[in-house]
């Protein structure tokens, strides 16, 4: 009797184990605590390392230029025309009721409350948050932070302090550019459109803000650079999957930037107003 060879029983294939909607959930918020606290920590370190040297003196120079003057003719276009908007916007609704000269108030007050810190965080978040994660994902791709590193350099003092200090100068004094400019086109709109005359707008503009209206705009733009510069940093030190994952941190980083700029005004707004009535 020939020998025949043992047959093995075929195993039965396991189906794929499906994770349930709980686990999913679980997974998810694991995820963004994690990402929550990694923020938080570099947004921390970026802060303590101006305490501490060595302190990249050039590389804060050059951020400066980049993010100040490199965002200063998309400032100065958008807040001209934001000013003559809100003119043309409101000056309509006043001669309704002969009231055309509270104009001036009326845009002094949203320009350096409200609209100059806000739309010109969300244009430098734009143009620079985008530029920030790019810059720093290429350079994590190429490995150049790992060499860094190998050669005893912190990335985070390096790379994240001097564009997060680069940020916090130049943001409110682009914001300020971007208020005066507002009103200049406020007042060209006035006076070509309303007959208002020029210093009669310039006089109520400046004599309805106070100091409270000014500390507001100007800690507004304060926080918004730190939050633009800080998202970028993090977006770009935490690229995953290569050249398209530097594509994905780019977009990234506009879109957290964005909607924590547009959230964190309205607590923002809520402390001012609270503050401005118990101590100003």
């Known amino acids: 009797m020939a020998d025949t060879p043992i047959q093995a029983a075929p195993q039965e294939a396991r189906a794929p184990e499906v994770p349930s909607v709980v686990e999913v959930l679980q997974d998810l918020a694991k995820t963004s605590v994690l990402k929550v606290q990694n923020y938080s920590k570099l947004s921390y370190h970026s802060i303590t390392n101006l305490a501490t040297g ?25 807040g001209f025309f934001i000013g003559a908007v809100m003119v043309l916007q409101t000056g309509t609704q006043f001669e309704r009721f002969g009231q055309a000269s509270l104009t001036g108030d009326i845009v002094s007050l949203a320009l350096v409350r409200e609209l100059g810190p806000s739309i010109t965080g969300l244009l430098v978040a734009g143009r620079c948050s985008s530029g920030i994660a790019s810059e720093l994902g290429s350079m994590l791709v190429t ?10 350099t912190d990335p985070s003092r390096k790379l994240v302090t001097p564009r997060v200090l680069a940020s916090l100068i130049t943001l409110p004094l682009l ?24 210093t009669t707008f310039w006089e109520r503009a400046i004599k309805i803000l106070e100091f409270s209206d000014i500390m507001q705009g100007f800690s507004k733009s304060v926080v918004f650079a730190f939050i633009l ?52």
């Open 54 to 78: 060595p302190r990249y003196i050039q590389d804060t120079l050059d951020q400066m230029d980049d993010i100040g003057v490199g965002s200063l003719p998309i400032v100065l276009l958008s």
């Open 143 to 152: 490995e150049q932070v790992d060499a860094m590193r190998a050669m005893g």
């Open 175 to 198: 914001t300020t550019i971007s208020v005066f400019v507002g009103l200049i086109g406020g007042m060209v709109a006035s006076v070509l459109s309303l007959r208002i005359n020029a």
């Open 229 to 280: 510069a800080t998202v970028g940093c993090y977006q770009g030190l935490n690229v995953r999957g290569g050249t398209q994952g530097v594509g994905r941190a780019t977009t990234q980083a506009v879109v957290v930037s964005s909607v924590l700029i547009i959230v964190s005004d309205t607590f923002l707004t809520k402390i001012a107003l609270y503050l401005a009535d118990k101590f100003f």
